[in-house]
């Protein structure tokens, strides 16, 4: 067995964020009826994603979708700017949905999200009570849905969120790998 290879500086949260692969992996995937159908709303995930890329914020963005599919919040990263280290797309998106439905209850609702979340993001998606985390790009240095922990799907808690991992995630890692390659050559 190699050793992994070092941490690179200044990317907390998304340092080992999966390559893109492409092939036929990646088409499989999306031919996917289950993954196909969150596809729309990646879609808008990423858009918040940039966004972020654009205010020098590591991209990732989240929505969140009531009972219907329909979006009730949106997030984007926001750490820098707010100076929060709470400002993850996932809190933010959360926190607006709260707003809309006015209750901190998200049953019936699901996160969508660019980027695997971490503990602290996984830990609020149980608290909302989401029925349901839909991420992108896999983080084997920070997940916590399945690459390192598996917060929203340990057994010893009474509410579990369905997983339904690597929705667009060649997509979702390209934007932030370009980030860090662009953040390194300036
Ligand atoms: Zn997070």
Not at 6 to 26: F, K
Not at 47 to 76: H, M, Y
Request: net charge negative; charged share 25%.
């Amino acid at each position: 067995m190699t050793d992994p290879p070092p941490p690179t500086p200044g990317q907390a949260g998304a340092s080992g964020v999966t390559a893109p692969t492409g092939g036929e992996d990646e088409r499989a995937r999306a031919a996917d009826p289950v993954i196909a159908r969150f596809v729309p709303a990646m879609q808008l995930a990423l858009g918040e994603a940039r966004k972020a890329f654009d205010k020098d914020e590591i991209p990732v963005g989240a929505v969140i979708l009531d009972a219907s599919g329909e979006v009730i919040g949106t997030g984007r990263n926001d750490r820098e700017r707010s100076a929060d280290p709470t400002g993850h797309a996932e809190i933010v998106a959360i926190r607006t949905a709260a707003t809309t439905l006015g209750t901190w209850r998200l049953s019936g609702c699901t996160l969508v999200v660019t980027l695997e979340p971490c503990t602290m993001c996984a830990g609020a998606s149980v608290q909302a009570r989401l029925d349901r985390v839909v991420y992108g790009a896999v983080d084997p240095k920070a997940g916590a849905v399945g690459s390192l922990w598996d917060v929203v799907r340990d057994r010893r808690l009474n509410h579990r969120p369905e997983v339904i991992a690597e929705v667009m995630a060649d997509e979702c890692a390209a934007l932030l790998i370009e980030f860090f390659t662009h953040r390194r050559v300036r």
